[in-house]
């Protein structure tokens, strides 16, 4: 009988995946972020129990592009600085990934917010434009000029937190208690140029960032790192904390609330 694919996969083949997926080389991306201060009862407001606004109202915007062979990926995120008891970080609110192979890995295994977007990173001379859109909408965009190279940053780890569930099969809540994911990445950077430019949000009914408003430009910076990435989980949360945030995830949050259909098997 041919193979059939479904099919169970041998111990071979799947400690073979669990290797190859351990031993990845570094991967460059050249990617655009811009650092701003908003309002600090916003950051607030956007952040579940148990994180915390950080010591400073900061919003940060990734943008990069990632040059994998035969598949280029364009990947961001908006995130504001938090903190969890001792550890500062960032909490990410939206992550637009232009292929659903990054997007369900990042989300099903850490928690991630990734949703499929585009994401544009171009560079004329000195002209730069980075944004992050969906549904029709660029509702981050960074344009300036590059104003001069910067001193390399030594290697740094940094921290985002993540919120990992499954809504409940019974559209109640969720399946079990949600978990605090810390992911920690190893950054390393072989290029830093610095933007003199402005950061314009774009109203989005799905992505309304715009509630972050620009009140002070920290940096723009355009370069070239490779980051590695490690989670693990910290704590369980209170679903009930949790739940009037779950539209943060979702275009619907309604979905997570519909249960099976009547009369279905």
Sequence with gaps: MARVRYGARTEAEVAASRRKSSNLPDIWSTGVVAVWETDPDVVAAVLPPPLKPGDRPLVR????????????????????????????????????????RALTGGREVFGEPKKLGEVTVERDGLVVRAALARHGIAFVEVRGAVSGALPLPEPTRKTDFY???????????????????????????????????????????????????????????????????????????????????LHQRYDDPQQAFDGPPEGSA
């Design 163 to 245: 919120f990992k569930f499954l809504p409940a099969v019974d559209g109640s809540g969720f399946d079990g208690d949600p978990v605090l994911v810390h992911c920690t990445r190893n950054e390393k950077v072989r290029r830093l140029e610095g933007i003199t430019g402005d950061v314009v949000l774009r109203e989005s009914m799905y992505d309304p960032v715009a509630d972050l408003p620009v009140r002070r430009i920290v940096e723009i910076t355009i370069g070239e790192k490779t980051t590695d990435q490690q989670g693990r989980v910290v704590e369980r949360v209170s679903a009930r904390a949790l739940l009037p945030y």
């Design 61 to 100: 915007a990734n943008i990069s592009k990632v040059d994998l062979p035969g598949y280029p990926l364009g990947a961001g995120s908006v995130a504001v600085a938090a903190r969890h008891d001792a550890v500062e970080g960032w909490y990410p609110l939206v992550m637009p990934m232009t292929h659903e």
